[in-house]
């Protein structure tokens, strides 16, 4: 069973950065799938950041991508999530989701809330 | 961008009821690569349908899906109280890969 989890803090002060982990069990990092983040503002819908596959290539938000990096560590099974410069906006739950790619986000993490405040 | 646009917003059904929803693309989609999601409060979204018409593993056949082009549509033929939740579609054919803002299924 393919299972993703989330980590990191859990708030993060105006103008820092937001660093997330994603750990994957029972599948590979190195598969021929893609791994993506998905971010939820409170009461609000679901939106896209970006994905990366094991190679390294990314696709990312353009609304984010001057503000974003994903990157993957294949040898602890996991990849990451990088947002700088943040505002109250990207105050989210922050989801880690595997990326089949003829089916779309077939498996994700819990989420993350992460709390942008001073 | 594919912008996607569900309709409507909210529905208000009763147990039982069939419910179709609605969800148009600006853009066609390539290859129907749309996808149906379900979440409900405090849980991540959940994959129903993929590629238009293809049921997810475990999902009840009383979902369904179809479609193509620019046009979506989910159908629940019959209502159960666990699928009282929202429901997003998502275009997996060009990126950014971009949801529908949602459509809220409650209890009438």
């Known amino acids: 069973q393919v299972q993703l989890q989330e980590s990191g803090p859990g708030l993060v002060k105006p103008s820092g950065t937001l660093s997330l982990t994603c750990a994957v069990s029972?599948?590979?990092?190195?598969?021929?799938?893609?791994w993506s983040w998905v971010r939820q503002p409170p009461g609000k819908g679901l939106e896209w950041i970006g994905e990366?596959?094991?190679?390294?290539?990314?696709n990312y938000n353009p609304s984010l991508t001057s503000r974003v990096t994903i990157s993957v560590d294949q040898s602890k099974n996991q990849f990451s999530l990088k947002l700088t410069s943040v505002t109250a906006a990207d105050t989210a739950v922050y989801y880690c989701a595997r990326d089949h790619s003829s089916s779309s986000l077939d498996y994700w993490g819990h989420g993350t809330l992460v709390t942008v405040s001073s | 961008e594919n912008v996607l646009t569900q309709s409507p917003g909210t529905l208000s059904l009763s147990p039982g009821e069939r419910v179709t929803l609605s969800c148009r693309a600006s853009q066609s989609v390539r290859s129907s690569y749309l996808a149906w999601y379900q979440q409900k409060p405090g849980q991540a979204p959940r994959l129903l349908i993929y590629g238009a018409s293809s049921r997810a593993t475990g999902i009840p056949d009383r979902f369904s899906g179809s479609g193509s082009g620019t046009d979506f549509s989910l159908t629940i033929s019959r209502l159960e109280p666990e699928d009282f939740a929202v429901y997003y579609c998502?275009?997996?054919?060009?990126?950014?890969?971009?949801f529908g803002q949602g459509t809220k299924v409650e209890i009438k």
């Open positions: 998502q275009q997996y054919g060009s990126s950014p890969k971009t």
């Open positions: 990366i596959y094991h190679g390294g290539n990314t």
């Open positions: 029972g599948d590979s990092i190195s598969s021929t799938n893609w």
